[in-house]
């Protein structure tokens, strides 16, 4: 049977091509400072964001951590949506590992409200935990890959400059909001002190991610990768690999983006879905109006080819991709219909 896999995008394989920039990557030892693919990806990506400087980390997760660690130091707050990956799928690495505390705003489908956020900020105290950063994810995964609104986050910026905080973004898809928005990555990127961007969700790179962020900041989120295990030797090899997406992958997220709103246009009138909330290559169905739980959906689709990940009890999430063409997407679409109907 022919498998659909729509689970995530993370689930792309190398091309070809990709694997042949690869193959012939110069490498060095980069714990050194030696890999010059390396830092030429690190210099790239700095530059795409209007930053100083870039780090190349094994995976979101850890450059996530490794952006609150430069920002908040032990026993202070970062404030962020109930349903940011990093306070539901990062293993509680922000107390684990850097003594932080999470705060969190009530989810709300992804929206943002920037006043209430700002009410949220607590000083220092005698008795306070004192908010140290506040943290955005763009594009929402949990929420849908819903893009946050420009303006909103330029008042949160307003909000953490008047506090003295700092304003992280876990841009794992934030090129996916850029190429719907037409908003350029400088643009977005002037918007925070630290951003966390990945190679491997969309772009089809096999591993990695990057903090971007001034040179300062830069230094000690190295010092903070090291601690953490994540610093890596000839990984050029990868690097590479994430040059290559840079170069050919970004544009074409619009590809992903129509297929992802086609799926959902055929699935609206069965009352799963509003195409107009699918912007960009997640379609979060609700199940709520049908027979099904996420698991017996998914179970269902399964036993047809299709793949898709269960997203609490009756949210069921699929993904456009890379991997993924339109004959795949209309197969999706098929599978759910006959399911559904
Ligand atoms: C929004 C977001 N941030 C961070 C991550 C973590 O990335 P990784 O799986 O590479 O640790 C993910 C993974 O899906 C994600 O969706």
Known sequence: MHIVDMRSDTVTKPSPEMRAAMASAEVGDDVFGDDPTV???ERRVAERFG????LFAPSGTMANQICLQVLVPPGNEVLCDGEAHIVLYEMGAAAAYGGISSRTWSPADGALDPALIGSMITPAGGFTVPTKAIAVEQTHN?????ILPYADLQALRGIA?????????DGARIWHASVAEGISLRTYGQLFDTLSVCLSKGLGAPVGSLVVGSAEKIARARVVRKRLGGGM??????AAAGLYALEHNIDRLADDHVRAKRIAERLAPLG???PGRVRTNLVLLDLTKTAYDAAGLAKAAAEQGLLASPMGARKLRLITHLDLDDD???????VLEGLLS
């Not at 930053?51 to 870039?54: C, G, L, P």
């Open 39 to 41: 830092l030429e990806l």
């Open 142 to 146: 949990k929420a849908g890959g819903v």
């Open 233 to 238: 030797r000839q990984v050029g090899i990868l």
């Open 328 to 334: 795949g997407a209309d197969r999706a679409a098929d």
């Open 51 to 54: 930053h100083e400087a870039a």
């Open 161 to 169: 400059d008047d506090a003295g905080i700092a304003l992280h973004c």
């Open 272 to 274: 799963v879905v509003d």
